[in-house]
């Protein structure tokens, strides 16, 4: 089984950046596809990032020009790189790894954008 866990998150002001990291341990086969979500409080959790084997990306479009993720060569950890933070990107984060037809979830890092 895979493990994740995030870091990274913490409080920022208002057009700060903040980067967060996923690390994927255990013992898997191959994650296709690797994720980060959010959950505001009082909202549904949402899609934030996805990144693919195939090199695709997509965003969700409140965060494009703003939020990139990445990931390293060896596909086990993932990257959020978050600029010009904005009071409504608090959330709690979460990164997914999909393997197969299976998913596992990190216990998620909060991020809080505030002055």
């Known amino acids: 089984q895979v493990q994740l866990v995030e870091s990274g998150g913490g409080l920022v002001q208002p057009g700060g950046s903040l980067r967060l990291s996923c690390a994927a341990s255990?013992?898997?086969?191959?994650?296709?596809?690797m994720s980060w979500f959010r959950q505001a409080p009082g909202k549904e959790r949402e899609l934030v990032a996805i990144?693919?084997?195939?090199?695709?990306?997509d965003y969700t479009d409140s965060v494009k020009g703003r939020f990139t993720i990445t990931i390293n060569n060896i596909w086990n950890t993932v990257y959020l790189q978050m600029n010009n933070l904005k009071p409504e990107d608090t959330a709690v984060y979460y990164c997914?790894?999909?393997?197969?037809?299976?998913?596992?979830w990190g216990p998620g890092t909060q991020v809080t954008v505030s002055s």
């Open positions: 997914k790894a999909t393997i197969g037809l299976t998913n596992a």
């Open positions: 990144i693919r084997r195939s090199g695709n990306t």
């Open positions: 255990g013992t898997f086969f191959r994650i296709n596809v």
